[in-house]
């Protein structure tokens, strides 16, 4: 993921021009690409913890992060983003924020997971 952010940071624009877009959609296609592979390492870290969860027989931590992940978070924030002067390229950011957020309850979700099983365990 991380090899995969820094080539589209460095080529967002090679990327966008594959593509016959006027150059205001051109701009805008390199703004979002640029701001989404923000997110890219949380997104990694989110798809492994999700597979940790459903291996460890813990469906719903995987189901809570995937509902944080794509509806919770993003579509709210992506709307309320809609509302500001700047919406063009600000609502790209619900997704990389969207992802953090999702990669912070990761984290409490394991550890409460890991101090439940650890507590079977004794």
């Known amino acids: 993921m991380l090899l995969g952010a820094v080539l589209l940071q460095v080529c967002a624009r090679q990327v966008a021009g594959v593509f016959a877009l006027s150059d205001e959609i051109q701009s805008l296609c390199v703004c979002a690409i640029r701001i989404i592979t923000l997110g ?67 984290l409490f979700l394991m550890r409460r997971l890991s101090e439940k099983t650890l507590a079977v365990m004794r």
């Open 40 to 106: 890219y390492l949380f997104v990694g870290a989110n798809i492994a913890y999700q597979g940790i969860f459903q291996a460890l027989g813990d469906g719903v931590g995987s189901l809570i992060l995937s509902l944080l992940r794509l509806i919770v978070v993003a579509l709210p924030l992506a709307w309320a983003f809609t509302k500001s002067a700047r919406a063009e390229t600000l609502i790209w950011t619900a997704f990389p924020v969207a992802e953090a957020c999702a990669f912070l309850a990761a």
